[in-house]
């Protein structure tokens, strides 16, 4: 069993940054490629970014390009998300994953789940 926990959420004005962490209990996260996902109220989880376990391959959605960065030390056992000009349509409960196999764009195929950690950006 893993326990993943995100935190580095809170709240900022559009334009702003904020640094996700994503950490474990129970099982290291340095077998494992990871995600992070984003759900806004009343919308699907929806993937933003994931990082294979050596960090050698990454991946986003177009419109993250850019702005976001997924990255991981796997001495620290940690992944993160560096988000720079957050808008407000970023707005939304951000979530890491371990990922099973296949593709990485779909939350099918992710395991664990942390609890999520709240992002709320302001005009």
């Keep these: 069993q893993v326990q ?3 935190s ?6 559009a334009g702003g940054s904020l640094r996700l962490s994503c950490s474990a209990s129970g099982r290291t996260l340095r077998n494992y490629a990871m995600g992070w996902f984003r759900q ?6 929806e993937f933003v970014a994931a990082i294979s376990w050596s960090g050698g391959n990454i ?3 177009d419109f993250m390009k850019g702005r976001f960065t997924i ?7 940690t992944v ?5 000009s957050l ?7 951000y979530y890491c994953a371990t990922h099973r ?9 992710y395991d664990y789940w942390g609890q999520g950690t709240q992002v709320t950006v302001s005009s």
Excluded at 40 to 45: L, Q, V, Y
Excluded at 87 to 93: C, F, G, L, M, S
Excluded at 101 to 109: T, V
């Design 4 to 6: 993943l926990v995100e």
């Design 80 to 84: 993160y998300l560096q988000m720079n």
């Design 71 to 77: 990255s991981r030390d796997n001495v620290k056992d």
């Design 87 to 93: 808008k407000p349509e970023d707005t939304a409960v």
């Design 101 to 109: 196999g296949g593709s990485y764009y779909s939350k099918n195929n």
């Design 8 to 13: 580095g959420g809170g709240l900022v004005q």
């Design 40 to 45: 806004a109220p009343g919308k699907e989880r």
């Design 59 to 61: 991946y986003y959605t």
